[in-house]
């Protein structure tokens, strides 16, 4: 059973490091793909060229055997649609292997904004990181997704390799790669936001104006 987790990682902090492995540990996954978003449909071009932000990847997750850089999106050279990374997965891991896409309550919300989205449960499994607050309202096309695909049960993910929605909490870390960027702004101390190989990758490319 493998994850992914997908972002612009502009750049890559403790948070997402902490999310890929606790979600590996909780759900059992043998591997957690930091798949970096190239062309990002939903939101605006990364400061960073999406290179850069890969080799930020690679750095940090450096002897972390169990977490894997990769960049398909980026040799796609297309809008980082989803759908195609997994129909692409799919072809090399075959559809028997649970894949489970990691993805914050945010991206759930906008879900139904995404290309081809109504494929996507039968291409993975979605695991959101968030418990959904008492009452909470979704959309229509929401609401009849979760109708249909909604597990309480986590032992279900493993029966099949598709298919299934999950709420998952996780204590998130108050660090966002925003937080980041602005902090090299204000020239103010980034240490232990995120790990110390890439602030040196940072400071020796130049990124985000640090010298
Ligand atoms: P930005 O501030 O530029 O929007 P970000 O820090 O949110 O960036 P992304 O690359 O957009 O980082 O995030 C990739 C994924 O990691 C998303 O699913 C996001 O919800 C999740 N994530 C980001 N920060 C954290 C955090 N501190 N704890 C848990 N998950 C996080």
Not at 73 to 79: A, D, L, Q
Not at 102 to 127: R, S, V
Not at 144 to 163: A, C, P, R, V
Request: glycine share 4%.
């Amino acid at each position: 059973m493998i994850g992914i987790l997908g972002g612009t990682f502009d750049p890559i902090h403790h948070g997402h490091l902490r999310l890929a492995l606790e979600m590996s540990e909780r759900l059992g996954l043998e591997k957690v793909h930091l798949i970096v978003s190239a062309n990002p449909p939903h939101r605006q071009m990364p400061q960073t060229p999406a290179e850069m932000r890969f080799e930020m990847v690679k750095l940090a997750i450096k002897n972390e055997k169990t977490l894997i850089a990769d960049d398909r999106e980026i040799k796609r050279n297309r809008p980082s649609y989803t759908v195609e990374t997994l129909l692409e997965m799919r072809e090399e891991f075959g559809k028997e292997l649970p894949i489970c896409l990691i993805l914050g309550m945010d991206a759930f919300f906008g879900l139904p904004t995404w290309f081809e989205w109504e494929k996507l449960l039968d291409l993975t499994h979605l695991i959101i990181t968030q418990r959904p607050e008492i009452n909470q309202t979704f959309s229509k096309p929401l609401q009849k997704l979760l109708e249909k695909h909604q597990t309480y049960n986590m032992d279900k993910i493993k029966e099949k390799s598709m298919g299934y929605i999950l709420f998952e909490a996780m204590p998130m870390l108050a660090i966002s790669a925003t937080q980041i960027r602005q902090c090299f702004l204000e020239k103010k101390n980034p240490h232990y936001l995120l790990p110390e190989s890439v602030l040196k990758f940072i400071s020796q490319q130049g990124l985000y104006n640090v010298c």
